[in-house]
């Protein structure tokens, strides 16, 4: 075989393998999204309700000072709006992906 040959098809490799590692350390993992997040709401003890309206997850809560909304702000949400006991918080579009790992949490 070609000599030149096989150093393109090295580089070649090498470029696919740099770029699959550069795409798995971008991928989220949103089964640890979930649980941080029901961690930082107080807890699943914490949690009366939830429900989840296109790019919000709205969750009612026993205590909503156990909530860290900073820390739940720097996680990525988009803006959290505070009702009595109730946090609206806009997910943006990992709310689907986050929505699945929460229910899964509650089985």
Do not use: C, H, W
Not at 23 to 46: C, Q, S, W
Not at 80 to 101: P, R
């Amino acid at each position: 075989m070609d000599p030149i040959l096989i150093k393109y098809i090295s580089i070649i490799l090498i470029l696919l393998i740099v770029a699959i590692a550069i795409a798995r350390t971008k991928k989220k993992d949103f089964r640890l999204e979930a649980n941080k997040l029901v961690e930082l709401l107080g807890g699943k003890d914490n949690i009366v309700n939830y429900s989840f309206n296109k790019s919000r997850f709205i969750v009612d809560l026993k205590d909503v000072n156990l909530a860290n909304k900073e820390a739940i702000q720097k996680m990525g949400a988009q803006g959290i709006v505070e009702i009595d006991n109730q946090l609206k918080i806009i997910l943006g579009e990992n709310a689907k992906q986050i929505k699945k790992y929460i229910r899964e949490l509650d089985e």
